[in-house]
């Protein structure tokens, strides 16, 4: 992958253009991206769903009020977008307007309601695939909230789960897991049956630290957030390592309109170095290299590939998203 | 007054952390008090509420924007090293750097975790880190003070306040030592110092700090400082610093009064001796025997005599009343996403006068007596009973099960009262408070042990009652 563009800056603000705590998004097949503003802490007025293209044209907002902690959202072949939220364990539905059509999994008996939904994704079949988190399980819904079938339970074996989070399909139909605490991505096939496990624990190549997100290409490669290691590993379709992302932002056109107004921090900013190579040795780890370094990724949640190929990375603690193209 | 083994653990628990719940103190009494002292000042391997959870339930304190007092204190309320934190509030206090000027939370955190690494080694490597901090350097304008145009702040506080205190040094030294701190900087400071006094954000969020040596911005000239001569760097000032017996008296000093007993407010200590000027003495002997080892004063203190004797001779601060209460209560050892409970806990610090990595100034905060007025107090007593009566709570449930089974099935009023002062680890309570509570339990009537619900309600009441007493303020 070679880096192409970055879109987004930070915005505290409960409404308008700007993110505070992106943490996923999906394509509208009209172009359109979707993307949840998490905001933080007793910060929930901001909460919402913000629209905008490519381009970076901000377009609009819905969902404010609606949301206490959104984790993930995926959208239909009529699209509508469907979008989890752990805290209230429901998946709330919006049509491509934004208009609120429908929610459910926190009704009916208490062992039939979902358990921190987080991942979710709609599969070639027609069915929505849910990550439960607390569960430790993957479901199978229809798009009106019936439970069809689950796999999986707490534990590391194969197709055990400690609090997966992001879960994709590839083009044969089959998903793919991010098993956040077992730090690995596991495979199954469309019926939910267990085909391998990539990573382990580690800081190498093909090593994962809380792996969120698990993106695939039209080629089969698979992209990772990388998250408790800030960045982004690419493996090929039989799982080897294949190229590490550790971001490479510049300013978005959005941060470039900000800094034109504001001359003392473009003028002092010009004369820094944000890309830091050496730190005390203190500071010698993933997350504080990501902290201190504005060009690279920090917290790095989400992947996601577009139509054309493209990798969108979401960082939540960066507010913004890198974008990369294919290199070849 | 004897000291009971348990009490003593009690004692120490309190001190060195936040105090004990009763299962702790059953481990604590099986080894002996000197082994007590030693496993308190192993602060190794701590374990506590891991930062991947944390991070995924609130994902802004993974930037560190916000809530870092909640980041913190989920530290303090889940170790199983609970002096590893207490350590490092006590050098918070004293070197107080705030939120409020510096608007990056990080790097605050990030000196926090230095008083980790450092607060328990000698003072002289301490002094040399705070020297380097990026937040204290900030804080206190360091990345203002250049070879030829010299900012005095922190030459200034690292002399008053920081180590020898006012008096023990003159105007002269100030300049001077300045001069020896020109180019501690940090990394992109002009730029990063001028986000943090706008507040910006702008364009991707707040950087955090590292410490930056500018060679070419340091004065390499002669200094004479403190009676010596030498073309000073900051290493050799602090080392000077260190060896003077006023930095010893000063630090002994600040070891007793929140180790110990509650000594007047820093300001005041020019003109108002010590209290017990020879235990300060003796912890400053010590400072200067163990070669500035703050481990070493620490071990000696919790051996001695005075401070076995100085049971609840302190009022708590309201972190270490908040903090021994939700320990008590056994409250956030798991975070929840949405879950900003621990949050709104930490700014109910605010009310009660101290509200964390914000302290009121460069002094830190007045403590002992001045930390109770009549707001505060209804503050902190609110705060507390409202959690031990609250019987959902695990810590809660904990207790009451404890005081049943010390009870058995036939007790009087009086020995409920007792068994719930022992489980919470309370003072002895007021006499006249005693009566009265014994006169409120028996009023109600005889307990039913059958009615599990009714009891466990009937004795939570009453820990919200002995929470409310004057005596749990103190430590």
């Known amino acids: 992958m070679k880096y192409l563009k970055t879109i987004g800056f930070n915005s505290n603000q409960p409404v308008g253009r700007g993110f505070n705590y992106p943490y996923d998004i999906d394509f509208c097949s009209d172009g359109r991206i979707f993307m949840i503003n998490r905001m933080g802490g007793m910060n929930k007025a901001g909460v919402r769903i913000q629209i905008f293209t490519f381009e970076e044209e901000w377009l609009e907002e819905f969902g404010s009020e609606e949301f206490t902690i959104p984790v993930c959202l995926s959208f239909d072949e009529d699209d509508n977008v469907y979008i989890t939220d752990e805290f209230l364990n429901e998946v709330k539905i919006f049509d491509p307007s934004g208009k609120f059509l429908r929610k459910w999994g926190n009704e009916g008996p208490e062992d039939a309601r979902i358990q921190g939904p987080a991942g979710i994704i709609h599969h070639p079949d027609g069915f929505v695939y849910l990550v439960e988190q607390f569960a430790n399980r993957i479901s199978k819904f229809t798009k009106d909230g019936e439970r069809i079938k689950s796999w999986g339970s707490e534990g590391s074996g194969a197709g055990q789960f400690k ?51 698990v993106a695939v290409d039209s080629k089969g490669f698979m992209h990772v957030a990388d998250w408790g290691n800030e960045r982004v590993q690419v493996l090929d379709p039989d799982g080897a390592f294949y190229q590490m992302l550790e971001g490479e932002a510049t300013l978005s056109m959005w941060a470039e309109e900000w800094l034109k107004v504001n001359l003392d921090e473009f003028d002092l900013r010009r004369d820094s170095s944000l890309l830091i190579e050496d730190l005390p040795d203190h500071l010698k780890t993933a997350y504080h290299k990501a902290s201190q370094s504005e060009p690279v990724f920090w917290g790095p949640v989400s992947v996601k590939i577009d139509l054309e190929d493209r990798l969108y990375v979401t960082e939540h603690s960066r507010h913004r998203i890198q974008v990369f193209e294919q290199s070849n | 007054m004897k000291f009971s083994g348990r009490q003593l653990a009690a004692h120490l628990a309190r001190r060195a952390g936040f105090g004990a719940t009763p299962d702790e103190l059953d481990r604590y009494v099986e080894i002996s008090y000197e082994d007590l002292v030693e496993q308190f000042l ?41 002096f590893h934190e207490k350590i490092a509030l006590f050098w918070h206090q004293i070197f107080a750097t705030g939120e409020n000027k510096l608007n990056n939370l990080g790097s605050l955190n990030n000196q926090v975790d230095m008083f980790r690494r450092h607060g328990l080694g000698r003072y002289d490597d301490l002094l040399v880190e705070l020297s380097k901090d990026p937040a204290m350097i900030i804080w206190l304008d360091n990345h203002d003070n250049h070879n030829g145009s010299i900012n005095e702040n922190y030459g200034r506080e690292i002399l008053e306040l920081f180590s020898m205190g006012v008096g023990n040094y003159t105007e002269e030294d100030i300049k001077e030592c300045s001069r020896a701190f020109t180019g501690w900087n940090v990394k992109n400071g002009e730029y990063l110092s001028k986000m943090a006094f706008k507040d910006s954000i702008w364009p991707y969020g707040r950087i ?4 930056e040596y500018r060679e070419d911005d340091h004065d390499d000239g002669e200094k004479q400082f403190l009676g010596e001569s030498g073309r000073f760097n900051g290493e050799e000032v602090v080392e000077i610093i260190c060896r003077q017996d006023a930095t010893a008296n000063f630090i002994a000093r600040h070891i007793y009064n929140f180790f110990v007993a509650d000594e007047v407010p820093v300001p005041q200590w020019g003109e108002t001796p010590p209290q017990d000027p020879e235990a300060v003495a003796f912890l400053a002997n010590a400072y200067k025997l163990y070669d500035h080892d703050i481990k070493s004063v620490m071990r000696v203190l919790f051996n001695s005599d005075f401070f076995k004797a100085a049971v609840f001779q302190r009022v708590k601060s309201p972190v270490e009343l908040i903090i021994g209460t939700l320990r008590a209560t056994g409250e956030y050892r798991v975070p929840v996403g949405g879950d900003v409970g621990l949050f709104g ?59 049943v089974k010390i009870l058995g099935k036939d007790f009087s009023c009086t020995e409920l009262i007792d068994a719930s002062i022992e489980v919470l680890g309370t003072a002895q309570i007021d006499m006249s408070t005693r009566e009265t509570l014994i006169k409120e339990m028996e009023d109600e009537g005889s307990f039913n042990l059958d009615d599990q619900i009714g009891t466990e309600n009937r004795i939570a009441n009453l820990l919200t009652f002995l929470v409310s007493t004057p005596e749990f303020q103190l430590a």
């Open chain 2, 42 to 82: 192993d602060t190794s391997g701590a374990s506590y509420t891991p930062d991947d959870l944390i991070f995924r339930r609130h994902v802004d304190i993974h930037t560190m924007q916000g809530h870092v007092a909640a980041y913190w204190a989920y530290r303090m309320i889940s170790t199983d090293k609970p």
């Open chain 2, 208 to 211: 955090q700090w590292h410490h």
């Open chain 1, 163 to 213: 609090l997966p989070w992001g879960i994709t399909v590839d083009s044969s139909g089959n998903f793919y897991v991010s098993d956040w605490r077992n730090d690995r991505i596991q495979k199954f096939d469309p019926d939910g049956e267990f085909l391998e496990n990539f990573g382990e624990s580690g800081n190498g190549e093909g090593q994962f630290h809380r792996p969120s997100s």
């Open chain 2, 345 to 403: 806990a930490m700014e109910e610090g605010k009310f009660m006068g101290q509200t964390l990595l914000d302290p009121p100034s460069v002094e830190g905060w007045h403590t002992g007596k001045e930390w109770i007025n009549s707001g505060a107090l209804v503050e902190r007593v609110n705060f507390a009973s409202s959690r031990v009566g609250d019987v959902s709570k695990p810590g809660v449930k904990s207790l009451i099960s404890r005081i």
